[in-house]
């Protein structure tokens, strides 16, 4: 059928469709941590103060100034459950790649966790858009916050291309 990978059975085209997973899986990870580590935001005050924040400093500084419940829930959905719907997909991309047989309990880890792959990228977009509407002050998207909507759009991909509602 056009537009569709080749049989794993088909030689090289076989092969494609055995290790793409597995490159696309390593690529949102790669991405992840640039997403977590880059600043992804960066706040103007009185047209010459500026910040830059990334992710992984917005949840670290939420802890150190005792936003326990706020840095938990951020660290949770932009460090932890990417992390782990990545690992997860990882292992099912492997044992295809290998020819070893999925593991149905890693396919359904990956639809619980996928479920919030967005979250993160749609509530920085609502405190950009919040800051800009204040009008105290103004902020602007940086590439973390890019980086992180490439890593959760990667790892759709990937869960789309493993098909892991079919894993057995």
């Known amino acids: ?26 690529a949102a990870a ?15 005050r009185f047209f010459f103060l500026s910040e830059e ?5 917005v949840t670290v500084a939420l802890l150190d100034e005792g936003e326990y419940f706020l840095g938990v829930v951020l660290g949770a959905f932009s460090v932890v459950f990417p992390g782990l719907k990545l690992l ?8 295809r790649a290998f020819g070893r047989n999925g593991w149905a309990g890693a396919a359904r880890l990956a639809g ?16 950009v858009f919040a800051v800009k509407r204040s009008g105290l ?10 980086f992180f909507a490439a890593s959760a759009g990667l790892s759709i991909v990937a869960a789309r291309l493993l ?5 057995s």
Not at 53 to 57: E, I, K, P, V
């Open 1 to 26: 059928m056009a537009g569709t990978l080749p049989d794993e059975t088909a030689g090289d085209g076989g092969n494609l469709r055995r290790w793409l997973p597995l490159g696309v899986v390593a």
């Open 30 to 44: 790669v991405c992840l941590v640039l997403g977590l580590t880059l600043p992804s935001l960066q706040f103007y």
């Open 137 to 146: 002050a103004d902020a602007a998207a940086l590439p973390g916050i890019w």
């Open 53 to 57: 924040h990334s992710l992984l400093g």
């Open 163 to 167: 098909d892991v509602h079919k894993v």
């Open 112 to 127: 619980i966790f996928g479920r919030w792959s967005m979250l993160d990228v749609v509530l920085l977009a609502l405190v």
């Open 88 to 95: 997860v997909l990882a292992r099912i991309a492997a044992g």
